[in-house]
């Protein structure tokens, strides 16, 4: 295997370690362990709400600050050539918090609520920085395919911690708390194979000692470069609206499961069953969009999640037809993730500065799940039910799928390979 391959798959190795987040922590054990130990009614900070309309609140909160602090981390971040440091203290501290959650007290929920909030931004902001590294490791010729390579990795890896702490549930009796425990450890652990191998060149402003305003200078330059560049622009605000439902789709399935009342077995293989079809969609995307493009395929992604809200507003009612939308959810949100990364990721001009380009990218996809998580939590609690939710997202779908189509075409070819 050459150098290059291996600073890849290095890098993929940063969705294997913390796709365990998301799987474990944001869609199938946590759930399900927050909904079993509190109450359908919850006093949070002086109002009775919804347990499930709570978790959306401190969500859309953690959101609101990773949405803050990703700029200004990374426009430091590229002006001191500090991305990888950044990213190794947010991987620690969501793997820490993740740690901490095994003290979760339902009697003591805004304080417990302290480790749900800490590891959602380490997640998100090690994340961000991690995206940044994709021009740097690979040629537009090849970010489809590691991208895609790297989202499979994240669901297989998602997918191995979950089945093992289920055997160790289900088996050998250990306490649920101990799954998140699992997590900080799995995404630390498996972390350092990224902080190897993958590297970036030292900056000569090291040595000047660290300035805070420099990251808003470089933040300035990015933004200049934005405003000149109508196709990243467009991209942009229609990825903002269609990563609102999917992003919102995918934090809050597991809690619409538990409202048609799948037993907690039955919500587990759904979303195994997620995580395994998401890969074929990942690679069946990447190799389409090599013939009709990234911006069609993307097109055709949003079309169908139209499909998948309308099927479950009016069909979803039990176990069957609910694997029946996840097996369709995964595999599409295996494809529209990975394009949707790579495609951002070829339309930016060529740079250095690319920490500060794709916090753009990860903050408008943050402020688009804050805004989903809200009017999800805002309609639940509204109608009493989240099917009115699901129906709303459709909206969401509809609009991003138009601003595609008012991205400029005239330079398409270079990102259909």
Not at 152 to 175: C, D, E
Not at 198 to 214: F, H, L, Q, Y
Request: glycine share 6%.
């Amino acid at each position: 295997m050459n150098n290059r391959k291996k600073i890849q798959n290095a890098w993929g190795m940063y969705d294997w370690s913390n796709s365990t987040y998301n799987l474990v922590i944001g869609s199938a054990i946590f759930p399900a362990f927050y909904t079993a130990v509190t109450p359908e009614r919850v006093r949070f900070f002086g109002a009775d709400v919804h347990n499930t309309e709570a978790v959306a609140y401190v969500l859309s909160f953690s959101l609101f600050v990773v949405s803050v602090v990703v700029p200004l981390i990374s426009g430091i971040a590229d002006y001191y050539r500090m991305k990888r440091r950044f990213m190794q203290f947010f991987c620690y501290l969501g793997a820490a918090s993740c740690c901490s959650l095994y003290w979760f007290d339902p009697n003591h929920l805004e304080i417990s609520f302290i480790s749900v909030t800490l590891a959602s931004i380490g997640f998100w902001c090690s994340y961000a920085l991690a995206n940044s590294f994709l021009p740097q490791i690979a040629t537009k010729e090849e970010q489809d395919a590691v991208s895609a390579r790297a989202f499979s990795m994240g669901y297989i890896g998602s997918v191995t911690l979950l089945i093992m702490n289920l055997v160790a549930i289900k088996v050998f009796g250990m306490s649920a708390r101990w799954s998140f425990v699992s997590v900080g450890i799995w995404w630390a652990g498996f972390a350092q194979i990224t902080f190897y191998y993958v590297r970036e060149t030292p900056s000569i402003n090291a040595t000047s000692g660290m300035r805070w305003d420099k990251g808003f200078h470089e933040l300035k330059l990015v933004w200049s470069q934005m405003a000149d560049n109508k196709k990243l622009k467009s991209y942009l605000l229609s990825f903002f609206v269609f990563s609102m439902g999917i992003q919102t789709i995918m934090q809050m399935a597991a809690y619409f499961g538990k409202e048609i009342n799948l037993l907690p077995e039955q919500l587990i293989i759904a979303i195994v069953l997620i995580q395994f079809i998401a890969i074929p969609g990942a690679m069946v995307f990447s190799r389409v969009s090599r013939r009709i493009g990234n911006l069609p395929m993307l097109g055709v992604a949003l079309l169908i999640w139209v499909g998948v809200c309308v099927f479950a507003y009016f069909v979803v009612k039990d176990a069957n037809t609910f694997f029946a939308a996840a097996a369709i959810i995964g595999f599409i949100m295996g494809g529209t993730q990975s394009l949707a990364r790579s495609t951002y990721s070829k339309f930016l001009p060529e740079t250095e500065d690319t920490a500060s380009f794709f916090s753009f990218y990860d903050v408008t996809e943050k402020i688009g799940l804050i805004i989903g998580l809200f009017s999800f939590g805002f309609l639940e609690g509204a109608f009493g039910t989240m099917r009115a939710s699901i129906l709303a997202l459709v909206v969401f779908f509809i609009v991003g799928f138009v601003l595609l189509l008012r991205v400029p075409k005239e330079r398409s070819a270079d990102i259909k390979h």
